[in-house]
């Protein structure tokens, strides 16, 4: 008579194809009869009536013959959800995509999106860029606005990125890594860019572009709702998204429009910067609200997420050696409200980016 510790013994090496776990640790032996020298069994897998389970019934059999087995009789069973996650579930499969776009890589990438085109979305993209290196963070932004790609402009940008062993170094400006669609075009003429082609294009950009290690990828996509930014929204989908907006009422309107399909695609909205917030008089100080007030409060009321910032109006002082039209300097007033709209966005994103 064989004993039935002995064959069970045996059978601990033979593995569940899909968990990658022992078939008996797993609870998988049923039953286990013995008349003789004949075996029955029953055995429960992750996965029934695969190529993989014939596999696994060849093995089994192989196994308790060499246990001295003259026939074995072999039965499958299913086991339960609740078994198959007390062995730790399924393995995920192994992420073969680009390095950036990986759900565990620490790059956390941030849309700055707009409801309608001129709120300032491509100046607060950059200036948040910037302000994030001087807070010590990795930072990359792709300008993906095809209605004008502005980044390289607003930072003084007049270099194109090198390509080094079909590798695209991105262009390095106040220590960001910039990476725009405008570098790619000739003369920056406008483009008609269809989404399936755009798509292609940020891909390449994940997949082509040496970014190095990144806390924080920016993203300045262009305004509105429309099947591009739908489509980026999707090829990212654990992108977070910043919505710019005006404090004009219908700016707002607009802005709502494209914090909803960030609900839609399941895109944390990380807040609202409302831009041209307002006009300081430097003789009194007083605030003059040139573009009406309330708007950024109705939509944050409307999304349920908070105000990252009010930015006044004003231009950066020009700095002749550093010629960037839109970079707000450090020791610039606006430029210190851009700082800590930067420490809000590190606070919320903490749990994602590398201490
Ligand atoms: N706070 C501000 N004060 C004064 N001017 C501003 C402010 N923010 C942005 N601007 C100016 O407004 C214009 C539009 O800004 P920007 O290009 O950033 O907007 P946008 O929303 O990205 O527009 P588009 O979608 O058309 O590219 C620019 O000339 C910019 O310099």
Excluded: C
């Excluded at 085109?117 to 993209?125: A, H, I, Y």
């Excluded at 860029?129 to 790609?149: C, M, Q």
């Amino acid at each position: 008579m064989l004993a039935k510790e002995k064959i069970i013994d045996a059978l601990k090496r033979v593995k569940d194809r899909d968990l990658n776990k022992s078939i008996v640790e797993i609870g998988g032996i049923r039953n286990i009869k013995i008349n003789e020298d004949r075996v029955s069994l029953k055995i429960a897998v992750s996965k029934m009536g695969t190529g993989a389970q014939m596999e696994l019934q060849q093995e089994i059999v192989q196994i308790v013959k060499n246990e001295g087995a003259s026939s074995v009789g072999l039965r499958f069973d299913q086991l339960s959800d609740d078994e198959i996650e007390a062995a730790g579930g399924f393995p995920k499969p192994k992420y073969e995509g680009p390095a950036l776009l990986n759900p565990e890589s620490p790059t956390t990438f941030i849309a700055v999106t707009s409801g309608k085109g001129g709120v300032g979305k491509s100046t607060v993209s950059v200036n948040l860029a910037t302000s994030l290196v001087r807070l010590g963070k990795r930072v990359g932004i792709i300008d993906a606005d095809i209605y004008g790609f502005s980044v390289p402009d607003m930072m003084g940008i007049d270099e194109r990125p090198q390509v080094v062993e079909n590798r695209i170094l991105p262009v390095e400006r106040f220590g960001v890594k910039v990476i725009s669609m405008g570098f790619f075009v000739e003369n920056n003429a406008p483009v008609i860019w269809r989404g399936p082609m755009l798509g292609k294009m940020i891909n390449q950009f994940f997949t082509d572009v040496e970014w190095g290690e990144l806390d924080y990828l920016i993203l300045d996509l262009p305004p509105g709702t429309g099947d591009v930014a739908l489509d980026i929204h999707k090829m990212l989908p654990h992108s977070k998204e910043i919505l710019v907006s005006t404090p004009h009422a219908t700016a707002a309107f607009v802005a709502a429009r494209a914090g909803t399909m960030a609900i839609k695609t399941h895109h944390e909205i990380l807040g609202i910067v409302e831009n041209m917030a307002y006009f300081e008089s430097e003789l009194t100080g007083e605030k003059e609200y040139v573009f009406g007030k309330g708007g950024g409060d109705r939509l944050s009321e409307e999304l349920k997420t908070e105000i990252l910032g009010r930015i006044p109006l004003g231009q950066p002082e020009l700095d002749e050696e550093e010629f960037a039209p839109s970079i707000y300097s450090e020791s610039d007033k606006i430029g210190a409200v851009y700082i800590e709209i930067a420490k809000r966005v590190i606070e919320k994103t903490k749990r994602k980016t590398k201490a």
